[in-house]
Structure formats: C-alpha cells, structure tokens
C-alpha cells in the first residue's frame, strides 16, 4: 500500500510505523474474538476503513513529511510544542491510534463511554510503544464540562458517532479559541450543510472546510468536516447526557 499512501496522502508510514499498524491490526483480530470491537476483519479492508481512512482526516498533519528525510522532519516535530488531541467515541481507537503513530508532535486522550473498550485501548498502547496516548472511560457530554478538558485541545475527531450537528455540540467545547474540530462523515448533502452552519455557530464555531473524497480501494463516498472555533462555547454546551443526539441543534 506504500504507493497509495503517497498518492492520496503524499506521505509514507516508516518501517517502525507499519510496524505498529501491522501489531495493531494482530491485537484487534486476537481480541475481537471476545471483544467485538469491529465487524471489519479482512487485512485490505482493516487497512483502508481503519488506517487510511483514519489518516486521510488528518491529511494536513501528516502530509508535511515526506519520504525524503523522514526521520529528520520527524524529529523536528517532536522537538516542537506537541499538539493536544482528543478522539471522542473512539472504540476499538479510531481514529486516534493510527494518528498517534502518525503524527510525532502531539499527546492524544481517546475518550469512550465503553469501559471494556477502553481498557482494550490500554492493554494494547504499551504494546505499540505509544507513551503519548492515554484513554478515558466517559461520557463526551460530561467531558465537554470537564474544566480540565474544556477549551483544552487543539483537535478533536469524531467518527461515525452521531448526526453532524450533535458532534459539533460534542467536540467544539472541548476546543482551544483557534482549534479545530475534525468531523468524519460519509455522505453529505446541501439540506445537512444549512443546517450545520447554523449549528456550529451557536456553539462558537464555523465550518473552515469540506472535503469529499473517495476511498482508494472500494472507491467509497467519504466526507471530513473542519469546524474552526472562533470563540467561546456558552456554558449550556454540551446538554445533558444524551440530549444532544435526541434533540440535534
């Protein structure tokens, strides 16, 4: 998948990082047996749901370092400010876990309300040598009122957890004024545009950007929203456990 990956990201995992996605890939086979954490098995559909997909909402992060003089421009991004990352309802660590290997500079909190989820996550993060990533077993509702988490990330990802206006209300509390909150969708349509403009607005935000794009291997229809957060979330955001996906903004 090497010339793929230069393709459609401009950028190719090393040797130690398909390393970690290979012993990631052999950790959720063996313990999905008890666990089911994904219905997706097969290695070139693991790779492109999972990794690549995963990867490709983060393509401005990652993109930046090339195959020529990887290590260095790898180094120099550690050496630098890390950037903090929340994944919300991550799972089995999707998106987080492929990004954590990916991308150097930053400290990420995979955050889902499955206890045995998370402690999957944690059994396998010493295993992938990955010591800038940490998982918490909550509510995203009472997260985003958290004052320790609150207005406390750079970026935060959401995947296939709710409708588009409720990740909103999930992630752009959690933002630092300037952070960006990255929404993985499937489809969109003009109807759900209107209404996420008006949405993200009330919670402090704007929508930067949308990218369609296709899946490379089953040419699937795939959607990332950027949300900017331009100024504070009122204090109201995020309602109540639960309200946010009953009742969208």
């Known amino acids: 998948m090497r010339d793929i990956w230069e393709q459609t990201l401009n950028w190719q995992p090393s040797i130690q990082e398909q390393n970690q996605f ?11 047996r008890q666990l089911n954490l994904t219905r997706i098995t097969n290695p070139e559909d ?18 930046a370092s090339k195959i020529n003089g990887q290590v260095e421009e790898k180094k120099q991004r550690q050496d630098k400010e890390k950037i903090k990352i929340i994944d919300l309802g991550t799972g089995a660590g999707f998106p987080g876990i492929p990004v954590a290997i990916a991308v150097g500079n930053c400290t990420l909190n995979l955050v889902d309300s499955t206890k045995k989820k998370i402690n999957f996550i944690d059994s396998v993060l010493p295993k ?3 010591d800038n990533v940490k998982a918490t077993t909550c509510r995203v509702e009472e997260i985003g009122r958290d004052s320790q988490h609150r207005e406390a990330y750079d970026i935060a ?5 709710a409708s588009a206006s409720t990740c909103a209300e999930y992630t752009l509390p959690l933002l630092k004024q300037g952070g960006l909150a990255v929404v993985y969708r499937g489809g969109w349509t003009e109807k759900e545009n209107v209404g996420m403009i008006n949405a993200v607005e009330k919670l402090g935000g704007k929508i930067e950007s949308i990218e369609q794009f296709n ?4 040419n699937g229809d795939r959607h990332c929203l950027y949300l900017r957060k331009v100024a504070s979330t009122p204090e109201k955001f995020p309602r109540n456990v639960g309200v946010p996906a009953r009742n969208p903004l």
Not at 22 to 32: G, P, R, T, V, W
Not at 46 to 54: A, N, P, Q, R, T
Not at 157 to 161: H, K, M
């Open 215 to 218: 899946t490379p291997l089953s």
């Open 22 to 32: 290979q012993h990631l890939y052999e950790l959720i086979i063996e313990a999905n």
């Open 46 to 63: 693991f790779w492109e749901k999972h990794l690549w997909d995963s990867l490709r909402g983060i393509k401005f992060l990652i993109s």
């Open 157 to 161: 990802l959401i995947r296939a957890v």
């Open 128 to 130: 992938l040598n990955l």
